[in-house]
């Protein structure tokens, strides 16, 4: 029983690691400027300027909000655009179904997990009382 408790222990923290660092779906999409939350602003991965340029920034970029103008990196260079000339901007966000059905997936694995190494560890696989 006891050669059991590391294997067992290394098995439900990797199938406990995703739901318990909140694991979500996420979609990017580009939204009208005046759709998009401050918060989400923030989190910004790209703009699309009143001219039709698409801008992408870089992905571990910050992206902050200075009075009018958006500031981020794109290619390495510091970028700057005012939110008068943003046309749209590329927000993540969750996408509910997808998320809930990720939960579900994890959950039935972890439960799974569970019945199986308690199966494995006592008799209920050889019918034995």
């Known amino acids: 029983m006891t050669s059991l408790r590391r294997p067992v222990a290394a098995i439900l923290l990797v199938t ?73 901007v590329s927000v993540g966000r969750a996408s509910v179904g997808r998320s809930a059905a990720a939960t579900v997936g994890w959950t039935v694995a972890v439960l799974a997990t569970i019945i199986a190494v308690g199966c494995a560890s006592s008799r209920c696989l050889t019918g034995l009382p």
């Open 16 to 88: 406990l690691m995703p739901p318990l660092s909140a694991c979500g779906v996420y979609t990017t999409r580009p939204v009208r400027l005046a759709d998009v939350t401050p918060q989400e602003l923030l989190y910004a991965s790209g703009v699309k300027t009143a001219s039709g340029v698409v801008v992408t920034f870089d992905p571990s970029a910050p992206v902050n909000v200075v009075r009018d103008t958006l500031h981020s990196v794109v290619g390495g260079q510091r970028y700057q655009v005012a939110l008068a000339d943003v046309r749209e």
